[in-house]
């Protein structure tokens, strides 16, 4: 669940900000296109030769090269990491055992963390880090929802994680970002979009128009800042392919949404793109 997000100069705009005497931030515009692929054929780099503003792939994985080659195309990179839990097999945190809640339903390699914990926001401040020396122009912080977590057959996230924690700790996230430059996308966690729209630059969601959410993601909008999101199908015919088009295609103009219909692996396997909104 670890991606870096691409955007491109070209078809993607977006202004330069400053905030209280930080870097200047480039930021994507509500009409940027995108691209997500997480996982790559064996250890293959992601595929880049889809014309649109936005790529979103994984920040540790991905190699110099591909970051270096987008930016000399003229595109803007933003970098997507896990802000929200410990992953097995990644060397980048060194997480305790009192840091570590329960594991997340459906990813029994990854569990949540403690946002209050000194020393997890001591390894998400090394990610951010990572960021900018990677030259990523932004970041999304994912796994920021476990206050809403029933995992694990029905128990909590394991550690007591309230509202109150995750707005307290996606704020100073918001901060630190800017602080160095960086812009940043609040991923998934609905309930406080209203709240964080102001503070965040763009959002990412999954599946909003399935479950009936994309509502929620307005303050996004409204403020003329895009909501990427990705409905997960998988058909087995291209006239299945085509009327899913459609009609996810139709409820993503009407919200304004820049919906990608996706494989759930997101191998770059299947991609249906939906305009951008006007």
Same mark, same amino acid.
């Given at each position: !669940?670890?991606?870096?997000?691409?955007?491109?100069?070209?078809?993607?705009?977006?202004?330069? +900000?400053?905030?209280?005497?930080?870097? +200047?931030?480039?930021?994507?515009?509500?009409?940027?296109?995108?691209?997500?692929?997480?996982?790559?054929?064996?250890?293959?780099?992601?595929?880049?030769?889809?014309?649109?503003?936005? &790529?979103?792939?994984?920040?540790?994985?991905?190699?110099?090269? /591909?970051?270096?080659?987008?930016?000399?195309d003229?595109?803007?990179?933003?970098?997507y990491?896990?802000?929200?839990?410990?992953?097995?097999?990644?060397?980048?945190?060194?997480?305790?055992?009192?840091d570590?809640?329960?594991?997340?339903?459906?990813?029994?390699?990854?569990r949540?963390?403690?946002?209050?914990?000194? @020393?997890?926001?001591s390894i998400m401040?090394?990610?951010?880090?990572?960021?900018? =020396?990677?030259?990523?122009?932004g970041?999304?912080?994912? =796994?920021?929802?476990? &206050?809403?977590?029933?995992?694990?057959?029905?128990?909590?996230?394991?550690?007591?994680?309230?509202?109150?924690d /995750?707005?307290? &700790?996606?704020?100073?996230l918001?901060e630190?970002?800017?602080?160095?430059?960086?812009?940043?996308?609040?991923? @998934?966690?609905?309930?406080l979009?209203d709240?964080?729209?102001?503070?965040?630059?763009?959002?990412? @969601?999954?599946? #909003?128009?399935?479950?009936?959410?994309?509502?929620?993601?307005?303050p996004?909008?409204?403020?003329?800042?895009p909501?990427? @999101?990705?409905?997960?199908?998988?058909?087995?015919?291209?006239a299945?392919?085509?009327?899913?088009?459609?009609?996810? #295609?139709?409820?993503? !103009?009407?919200?304004?949404t820049?919906?990608?219909?996706?494989?759930?692996?997101?191998?770059?396997? &299947?991609? =249906?793109?939906?305009?951008?909104?006007k």
């Open positions: !669940m670890i991606a870096l997000l691409v955007l491109a100069a070209v078809g993607c705009g977006g202004g330069d +900000e400053r905030s209280n005497g930080a870097p +200047e931030r480039r930021t994507p515009a509500a009409d940027a296109t995108w691209q997500w692929q997480l996982s790559t054929p064996d250890g293959d780099p992601p595929n880049i030769g889809y014309d649109v503003g936005v &790529y979103d792939l994984d920040l540790v994985e991905t190699p110099q090269a /591909t970051i270096d080659a987008l930016h000399d003229g595109r803007r990179v933003i970098c990491f896990s802000a929200g839990s410990s992953e097995v097999g990644r060397d980048d945190g060194n997480f305790t055992d009192a570590q809640g329960n594991v997340l339903d459906g990813w029994p390699d990854e949540w963390v403690d946002l209050a914990s000194a @020393n997890v926001r401040s090394d990610r951010l880090d990572l960021a900018v =020396n990677k030259g990523c122009d970041v999304e912080p994912d =796994n920021t929802d476990g &206050y809403r977590s029933t995992d694990g057959g029905g128990s909590s996230n394991g550690l007591g994680l309230t509202e109150a /995750t707005r307290s &700790y996606l704020r100073w918001g630190e970002a800017h602080r160095r430059g960086l812009a940043i996308g609040l991923k @998934n966690t609905l309930g979009a709240d964080l729209a102001g503070e965040f630059d763009f959002a990412v @969601n999954e599946q #909003c128009h399935r479950y009936g959410e994309c509502a929620e993601l307005a996004f909008l409204e403020r003329g800042k909501v990427f @999101n990705a409905e997960y199908v998988d058909p087995d015919t291209a299945e392919a085509e009327r899913q088009r459609k009609a996810t #295609c139709a409820e993503a !103009m009407a919200a304004g820049t919906t990608l219909i996706l494989p759930l692996d997101l191998d770059d396997s &299947y991609r =249906n793109a939906c305009p951008a909104p």
